[in-house]
């Protein structure tokens, strides 16, 4: 019985361990094996172990083994369920947080102290494990939950569906305004049409690459050369990557700089076609803004970049493919005020 047990015991964790490896890294199949190894821990490890100690010398400590098993159970299966974003899983943690300590901590002080046999190596080991067990509920108490990843994922869906049409609007204009025969500003048509599509292609591109860095080239997410789907993407909560390309390594340059400067050229470049008209030169201030802007939220007043207000360091995935989408909107509608102006001056 205990070499099964052993063994048992040796492939449940490595089970676990490469479903956790999997998980990290975002390979299909880490959920099936996330569940499989905890599962079989809690539902047959677990007792089978307790029970062999239990019969062999540990009838005398029948309360402090009750509490062991209960905690290790409750605890194990709300990190089961926390990984794997089922219902229930802020319930367990809500209970399991706390269990190890007002529940199996003083049943094993009153034991430790009651037995004549004391091991201070015992004690201390027990003392390690209730502080790993603290660290590790505490971390998964952090983790975002499913219920936020999709409200993030239904929000960024929409921002999204609202480029395309923003997109579809404006290539309508260029046509009408192409039938109604303004042949001495197709240059001026042609001219922004190609900017707007290198700022937007640009920001595309960065969409891209945040979602092969994240997902590899063969994400399900990747649709086409230039179209993701939010709802197959699977590291929706994914956020080293997301910094490091857009803030780079020392947090203060990669993509977000290069594209404020682009969308700051932009912004002038815009300007040319209205320099005439000061509401519309306001407008396209507003939208493609790019300075710093102020942050109350801590009770003092302090300057925050664009690149920090758009893009903060360790974001998520699905808001930082949100924020493009929110810059792409801002551009096209810039873009719509220099079309509207252009068709009025015909």
């Known amino acids: 019985m205990k070499k099964f047990i052993y063994i048992s015991g040796v492939i449940i964790i490595n089970i676990f361990m490469f479903g956790a490896l999997f998980k990290v890294q975002h390979w299909p199949g880490a959920g099936i094996l996330i569940t499989l190894g905890l599962g079989l821990f809690c539902l047959m490890f677990l007792p089978m172990a307790f ?3 239990y019969n062999g010398n540990g009838k005398k400590y029948k309360q402090l083994y009750i509490a062991g098993f209960v905690c290790a159970f409750i605890t194990f299966v709300g990190a089961m369920f926390k990984i794997q974003h089922w219902p229930g899983a802020g319930w367990f943690l809500l209970v399991g947080i706390p269990l190890p300590f007002v529940y199996f901590l003083p049943v094993y002080v009153y034991h430790h102290n009651k037995s004549k046999e004391k091991s201070m190596l015992n004690f201390l080991g027990v003392m ?4 790993y067990v603290a660290l590790f509920t505490s971390i998964l108490a952090l983790n975002i939950s ?5 409200a993030l994922n239904l929000s960024s869906e929409d921002i999204s569906k609202t ?8 290539e309508m204009t260029y046509k009408k305004l192409e039938k109604d025969g303004l042949a001495d500003k197709k240059d001026k048509f042609l001219a922004l049409r190609a900017k707007t599509e290198e700022v937007c292609g640009q920001i595309n591109n960065i969409k891209m690459e945040l979602v092969k860095a994240v997902e590899n080239e063969d994400s399900k997410a990747i649709e086409a050369p230039n179209k993701i789907n939010l709802k197959a993407l699977i590291a929706k909560d994914e956020s080293g990557y997301t910094t490091r ?7 203060a340059s990669g ?3 290069e594209l404020k400067k682009q969308i700051a050229a932009y912004r002038e470049f815009l300007k040319t076609f209205v320099e005439k008209d000061s509401v519309k030169i306001g407008v ?3 939208l493609l803004a790019t300075a710093d802007v102020e942050d109350n939220s801590y009770g003092e007043k302090q300057n925050v970049s664009w690149e920090n207000d758009f893009f903060p360091n360790n974001t998520f995935l699905i808001s ?3 924020n493009l989408d929110c810059i792409s909107i801002n551009i096209k509608m810039a873009e719509e005020e220099v079309l509207e102006s252009l068709a009025v001056k015909q």
Do not use: E, H, P, T
Request: no cysteine; proline share 0%; net charge neutral.
């Open 245 to 251: 390309i857009m803030r780079g390594d020392n947090g």
């Open 255 to 257: 993509k977000a700089v």
């Open 146 to 150: 499913r219920d936020v990843l999709i």
């Open 51 to 53: 029970i062999q100690s």
């Open 128 to 131: 390690f494990m209730m502080v």
């Open 320 to 322: 930082i493919l949100g």
């Open 284 to 286: 396209i201030d507003a």
């Open 163 to 170: 480029a395309d049409l923003y997109v579809a609007k404006n």
